[in-house]
């Protein structure tokens, strides 16, 4: 043991003591406070990743409800639509019926006036005839054969040809 001396021994024991304080100090102390505050930044982190994890599904369980409210109320739209179609084709048909209801009573007053028109010319033309018969009645005398003759003809009617 020549060469160790208690002196040395006792000098480097209190140099190594001073050098794990200064790098305990120095080192250890910063670097365990870099790690808590990295330690907090990342469990923040991940708080504030859970929150907005927890955000994102209300918003997609919200888009969702929103989608399946806008789908039925399309399908509403589309039913109603399809009512008020319905409706409408109801009211031209029956606008239409009243229309040709209204042109057939038109058709059936003309008709009806203009066979009013034609009995009238008929009465008018048998009028005139009978004042024509009548004078060529009156034009010659007429005997009991004359009157049975035409009473013949009269009762016979057109179908002779005469």
Known sequence: ???????????HIINFI???????LLLYKPLSRFMHKRKDGVAR???????TRTEADAYLAQAKAELAATGEK????SHEAIENAALDAE????????????????????VQQEK???????????VGLAGEIASHIL???????????I???FFRGPEDGQ
């Open 91 to 110: 009211r031209i048909l029956d606008s239409a019926q009243d229309e040709a209801d209204a042109i057939l009573q038109k058709a059936r007053a003309q």
């Open 139 to 149: 034009s010659h005398s007429v005997t009991l054969e004359d009157n049975r003759e």
């Open 45 to 51: 982190t991940l708080e504030e990743a859970e929150a």
């Open 1 to 11: 043991m020549e060469g160790l001396n208690p002196l040395d021994i006792l000098i």
């Open 18 to 24: 001073v050098t794990f304080v200064l790098l305990y």
């Open 151 to 153: 009473a013949e003809r």
């Open 116 to 126: 009013q028109a034609a009995i009238e010319r008929a009465h008018t033309e048998v």
């Open 74 to 77: 399309a399908r509403q739209l």
